[in-house]
C-alpha cells in the first residue's frame, strides 16, 4: 500500500514536471524566433530650435543621397526656443540621415550622419556660425 501511494505521488511529481517544461519551452521557442529584421525601428524624432535664428525650412536626407527632397517643417517657422515633431513614412528603413535647416535669407547649416534609429530628440545649435547639436 505504502509502495503504492508512494507510486502515485512520484507519478504526480513528474507530470507536474512534465507539464511546467513544456510550457517553459513553449514561450522560449517564441522568444527566439524574433530576429533583428522583425524589429521596427522609427526614424521619428524632435527638433529643439537653440540656434539662436527663425528656422524657416527642414530639410532630411539618407546620408550618402545628392538631393535633399521637400521641406518637411510642420509649422510656417520655428523661432528659436521653439520646437517641433518630424513624422517619417513607416516604410521608410534607413538609419543614418543628414539635415539642413534654412532661415529666412536661405542661409543653410547642415547636420550629418545622425542615428534616427536611436535619437529622439535633436536639439540644433550654432556656435559661432557652426552648427552643433546634442541628441537624446
Known amino acids: 500500500m505504502k509502495r503504492m501511494k508512494f507510486f502515485s ?3 504526480v511529481f513528474a507530470l507536474s514536471v512534465f507539464i511546467f517544461a513544456g510550457c ?4 522560449a521557442a517564441n522568444d527566439s524566433s524574433s530576429t533583428d ?3 521596427v525601428y522609427s526614424q521619428d524624432f524632435t527638433i529643439v530650435n537653440e540656434t539662436g535664428i ?6 532630411v536626407s539618407p546620408t550618402g543621397e545628392e538631393s535633399w527632397g521637400e521641406d518637411i517643417l510642420t509649422t510656417d517657422t520655428l523661432p528659436t526656443g521653439s520646437t517641433t515633431d518630424i513624422v517619417f513614412d513607416s516604410e ?4 543614418y540621415w ?6 529666412s535669407e536661405g542661409t543653410t ?19 559661432n556660425g557652426n552648427p552643433t547639436a546634442s541628441f537624446k
Open 37 to 39: 529584421e522583425d524589429t
Open 109 to 127: 547649416f547642415e547636420w550629418s550622419k545622425i542615428d534616427l534609429f536611436s535619437v529622439s530628440e535633436i536639439t540644433l545649435k550654432l556656435d
Open 24 to 27: 517553459g519551452s513553449s514561450s
Open 54 to 59: 527663425e528656422i524657416y525650412a527642414v530639410f
Open 98 to 103: 543628414d539635415l539642413m535647416i534654412a532661415d
Open 92 to 95: 521608410v528603413e534607413e538609419q
Open 9 to 11: 505521488v512520484l507519478m
